[in-house]
């Protein structure tokens, strides 16, 4: 089983902050992803990278960016964090040539 | 894209019950995967299951691919089962997970 890490696991932000939502694995998994969720609604994918320098836009649009400098880690950012950004980001990741994937903890975001 | 639809979207039983949960696919998958998001967020794997039977405990699961659809059973049922359960697919040539809305499953003592 993989493990994946996510920090803050909540965050309480002003409107108009920047912030990073860090997600590492330690599995040398070469996919990565980040979902956005409503509570008590279904996951929608925002960003993924199928490894090192590779980044994509997800089905959902976000205003959050993120990037993969390593293949351990990818951390998402919003430049000026607004309310609707409140919601639960979840990372997760996969092997490549495997379809399985694995959730972290999720970071709880509030937006005020 | 593919469509997911997950079947009860509430179920409330008895501490000790047997539970059927369904999920239905429109389209051919590649995986299938069933989740736990517990009541602190988290997403539990359950199974990876794009075909047959797979048994872990007191849950199985059941995915008949030529009809497009799979079931989680989870048998004698305790409150620690209560959350909320999640299907999920991918379609051949697809590398994006689409999940279900989810059946919440509460467990009454």
């Known amino acids: 089983e993989a493990d994946i890490y996510q920090t803050p696991r909540y965050l309480v932000i002003g409107t108009g902050k920047k912030i990073t939502l860090e997600c590492s694995q330690t599995m040398g998994h070469d996919k990565m992803y980040w979902y956005q969720q409503d509570p008590g609604m279904e996951l929608h994918l925002i960003h993924y990278?199928?490894?090192?320098?590779?980044?994509e836009k997800g089905d959902l649009s976000s205003e959050s960016t993120v990037s993969r400098i390593r293949t351990e880690h990818f951390p998402l950012t919003l430049e000026s964090a607004r309310p609707s950004h409140t919601s639960q980001y979840l990372c997760?990741?996969?092997?490549?040539?495997?379809?399985?994937?694995?959730f972290g903890p999720g970071t709880r975001l509030t937006v005020l | 894209g593919i469509q997911v639809e997950q079947s009860p979207p509430d179920l409330i039983l008895q501490e000790g019950a047997n539970s059927t949960l369904r999920c239905n696919f429109s389209d051919s998958v590649n995986n299938l995967q069933w989740f736990h998001q517990n009541p602190w967020g988290q997403l539990i794997n359950l199974f990876y299951?794009?075909?047959g039977t797979k048994q872990n405990g007191r849950l199985s699961a059941t995915t008949v691919a030529t009809e497009r659809y799979s079931l989680l059973y989870i048998s004698s049922s305790q409150t620690t089962d209560s959350g909320v359960y999640f299907c999920?697919?991918?379609?051949?040539?697809?590398?994006?997970?689409?999940f279900g809305t989810g059946t919440r499953l509460t467990i009454i003592p």
């Open positions: 299951i794009p075909s």
């Open positions: 999920a697919a991918l379609p051949f040539g697809n590398e994006k997970l689409t």
């Open positions: 997760a990741s996969s092997l490549a040539g495997d379809n399985e994937q694995f």
């Open positions: 990278s199928y490894g090192v320098n590779s980044t």
